[in-house]
């Protein structure tokens, strides 16, 4: 899959190397291709299949103001809330601290799909999603 992408190799690496933090009580942090059991129980809590979790700051990985981003930002959670989608504010965070945290959402039960094309819709490189295993991935859209 990986192979297919036109991300350079460096950057889909700084995706899988990412903290993904979800702002829940008590909050956790999600990690490329690592079950999560904090992840699990919320699945379980919430009665949720899935879970998506991506930003729309920064498109095509085009850094913007905070201004703009906070927009973004804004636009996709008023989105969710008109689509009836449970979510939880959360915080992209690169593990190697070059890039700044990038405001998040963590997005019950939206499919493998809808989260694709939600993720294209707010130009974004990549998501992380995870089916009822808690084991997140990055899902690399260009």
Known sequence: MFSESTLEPSLIQSYQTALYRVDADPSFVLKVGETS???AQLLQ???ADCAAYFTACNPWGQQLTDSE???RQLALKQ???RLNVQFIPGMGLDSNKVWPGEASVLILDLSLEATQA?????EQNAVVWS???AIPQLILLK
């Open 118 to 122: 939600l993720g294209r819709k707010y």
């Open 69 to 71: 981003n906070a927009d």
């Open 45 to 47: 809590r919430m009665k």
């Open 79 to 81: 989105e969710l809330n």
């Open 131 to 133: 089916a009822q295993d």
């Open 37 to 39: 059991p904090a992840l």
